[in-house]
């Protein structure tokens, strides 16, 4: 094994998963200002992910949505402006159709009047 190839701060830690409490213990070099005592009884630096394994609906087998972050919401909120702005332009342009038709009516009413 070739040496100092191994990130100095490689150590245990454990991570939590923030939707349901489970917790795990292995080695990573993630930076953490939290610390955990662990069942051994030694203190190892925490780090909380808001999905793992116990709680990811691929390891799960349940079909629901995990979005501790407003994802979800922000796209259906983007995708109803996104159809209130296409309705808007179509109901604009139906108007200055109309407008347009109606002019040309006029000025064909106004040529045959002559």
């Known amino acids: 094994m070739k040496k100092d190839i191994h990130p100095k701060n490689y150590r245990p830690v454990v991570f939590q998963d923030l939707n349901n409490g489970f917790s795990f213990l ?5 930076a953490s ?6 069942e051994d009884g030694n203190e190892y630096p925490l780090v909380k ?3 793992s394994s116990s709680s990811h609906p691929f390891f799960t087998g349940e ?3 995990v979005d501790i972050e407003g994802r ?10 996104a ?7 179509a109901k604009a342009a139906q108007k ?3 407008r347009k038709s109606a002019k040309a009516d006029k000025a064909e009413a106004k040529k045959t009047s002559k």
Do not use: L
């Open 33 to 38: 200002d939290e610390t955990i005592k662990w």
């Open 96 to 98: 200055q159709a109309a």
């Open 26 to 30: 292995t080695r990573s070099t993630v």
């Open 63 to 65: 079909e629901r949505i």
């Open 83 to 89: 159809e209130a702005a296409r309705d808007a332009r």
């Open 72 to 81: 979800v919401d922000k796209f259906k909120a983007r995708a109803k402006a």
């Open 49 to 51: 992910v808001h999905i």
